[in-house]
């Protein structure tokens, strides 16, 4: 018996734009599978917390973010459904991403701020360098291209995550992770 490749809720955006609590949003309201929540700041804070050189601090980072990516690849590959909230700031991660996740599966997601909010918000958690959104900004959203975008400045996180629930069976064809692939592969 063949095996079905799960669905994968590919949320990106800037770190404190609501990723993670579109994804919680999104666990409540799916209801024909059983997702699970892979998020890069879970796998940061399974790392080992000594302090390490710059040189030594990018390869390990590196490597976290390529077992991530073959993480989610290998929940997908299992059957299971799976929404990803994730920080694509450097474009190699995007590139990696695209070689290994299945592309016609991906529902590519762009998270947005303004970044007033993201000011705030990084500034009520506290638990982020000052500045951090503002640096990342720009860069996440680079490539320019996704399957649908939400706007958490502007709209609800519940409603964010009914707008991607409705969007899910409806993937369009080619995915932005397909024609993404065209362009960097």
């Given at each position: 018996m063949g095996m079905t490749v799960g669905r994968i809720i590919f949320l990106n955006g800037t770190?404190?734009?609501?990723?993670?609590?579109?994804?919680?949003?999104?666990?409540?309201?799916?209801?024909?599978?059983?997702?699970?929540?892979?998020?890069?700041?879970?796998?940061?804070?399974?790392?080992?917390?000594?302090?390490?050189?710059?040189?030594?601090?990018?390869?390990?980072?590196?490597?976290?973010?390529?077992?991530?990516?073959?993480?989610?690849?290998?929940?997908?590959?299992?059957?299971?459904?799976?929404?990803?909230?994730?920080?694509?700031?450097?474009?190699?991660?995007?590139?990696?991403?695209?070689?290994?996740?299945?592309?016609?599966?991906?529902?590519?997601?762009?998270?947005?701020?303004?970044?007033d909010e993201l000011a705030r918000r990084e500034e009520a958690r506290g638990d982020r360098p000052s500045g951090l959104a503002a640096l990342q900004y720009d860069l996440v959203h680079e490539h320019g291209d996704y399957d649908v975008e939400c706007d958490t400045s502007t709209t609800d996180l519940r409603e964010c995550a009914e707008l991607i629930k409705k969007f899910l069976p409806r993937r369009p064809t080619p995915t932005a992770f397909t024609r993404l692939r065209a362009r960097y592969l």
């Amino acid at each position: 018996m063949g095996m079905t490749v799960g669905r994968i809720i590919f949320l990106n955006g800037t770190s404190s734009s609501g990723k993670s609590s579109i994804a919680g949003e999104l666990l409540k309201i799916l209801d024909d599978g059983v997702f699970f929540h892979l998020a890069v700041d879970s796998f940061n804070a399974m790392r080992t917390k000594r302090d390490l050189g710059p040189d030594d601090l990018d390869a390990a980072l590196r490597r976290t973010r390529m077992g991530f990516h073959r993480s989610i690849a290998a929940m997908a590959e299992v059957g299971n459904d799976v929404i990803v909230d994730h920080v694509l700031s450097e474009p190699w991660r995007l590139v990696d991403c695209l070689n290994v996740l299945p592309p016609e599966d991906v529902l590519f997601v762009g998270v947005h701020c303004s970044l007033d909010e993201l000011a705030r918000r990084e500034e009520a958690r506290g638990d982020r360098p000052s500045g951090l959104a503002a640096l990342q900004y720009d860069l996440v959203h680079e490539h320019g291209d996704y399957d649908v975008e939400c706007d958490t400045s502007t709209t609800d996180l519940r409603e964010c995550a009914e707008l991607i629930k409705k969007f899910l069976p409806r993937r369009p064809t080619p995915t932005a992770f397909t024609r993404l692939r065209a362009r960097y592969l």
